[in-house]
């Protein structure tokens, strides 16, 4: 079975302009959440979603923003982007929503904004 | 809130030493923990889950973490380190059962000398 898969998977952009981050879970995943990885802060969570739903959100700017489609692959988008957003985005399936579904990580998105 | 607090940001072992990587939470209830290693460039794998029962839990590539209520910590152990479980390794704990949130540990640079 495939794993979770990201696109792409390095990114630059300049301050201002928007991104969008794309996320492909494991086949029959219905949950996926997304988090920011910076030397500083280390792992932050943003959103979680859930059979197109978001179910929980972490304590980021409206600037971030994501979204699930039918098929479970989800969507983050940063727009205005900022210096402070360069990170590792990572985002993470599982079966199930909740503590017992077994959370599976993709690679990472690199962002780089300049 | 939920915390996590990983007290040693670098940790040198020999090959073929003994490793402990410490883990304290705060949690007001029975915390869902974990431990997670990313290696360079890479996402996260899971090595580890507690969610009740036997406080002593076994994992992959040979670790295994003890749960210790009185102590508030869960710390990752291995017998014999290999020099390819150099890595970063995180210690996590989900915000609550009901959803996927993890908070996570600032992480654990482990470092293999020959």
């Known amino acids: 079975k495939a794993g979770v898969t990201q696109t792409p998977r390095y990114l630059i952009k300049t301050r201002g302009q928007q991104v969008t981050l794309s996320c492909s879970p494991i086949?029959?995943?219905?949950?996926v959440s997304w988090y920011q990885q910076t030397p500083g802060q280390g792992l932050q969570f943003l959103f979680e979603?859930?059979?197109?739903?978001?179910?929980n959100k972490g304590n980021f700017p409206g600037r971030f923003s994501g979204r699930q489609f039918s098929n479970s692959r989800s969507e983050m988008n940063v727009s205005t982007l900022e210096l402070g957003d360069s990170a590792l985005y990572l985002c993470?399936?599982?079966?199930?929503?909740?503590?017992?579904?077994?959370?599976?990580f993709g690679p990472g998105t690199r962002l780089t904004v300049t | 809130a939920q915390s996590v607090t990983q007290p040693d940001i670098h940790i040198t072992v020999s090959e073929g030493a003994s490793l402990e990587l410490r883990c304290n939470y705060s949690?007001?209830?029975?915390?869902?923990l974990f431990w997670y290693v990313q290696s360079p460039g890479q996402g996260l794998q899971l090595l580890l889950k507690y969610f009740s029962g036997d406080t002593l839990v076994q994992g992959i590539k040979g670790f295994e973490a003890e749960f210790k209520r009185s102590q508030s910590s869960f710390n990752l152990r291995k017998p014999s380190v290999h020099w390819s479980d150099a890595a970063e390794y995180f210690c996590a704990v989900l915000v609550s059962p009901g959803y996927s949130t993890l908070t996570f540990g600032k992480g654990t640079m482990l470092l293999v000398s020959p």
């Open positions: 086949s029959g995943h219905r949950s």
């Open positions: 979603y859930f059979s197109e739903t978001q179910r």
């Open positions: 949690y007001g209830a029975t915390p869902y």
């Open positions: 993470a399936s599982s079966l199930v929503s909740g503590g017992r579904g077994e959370q599976y």
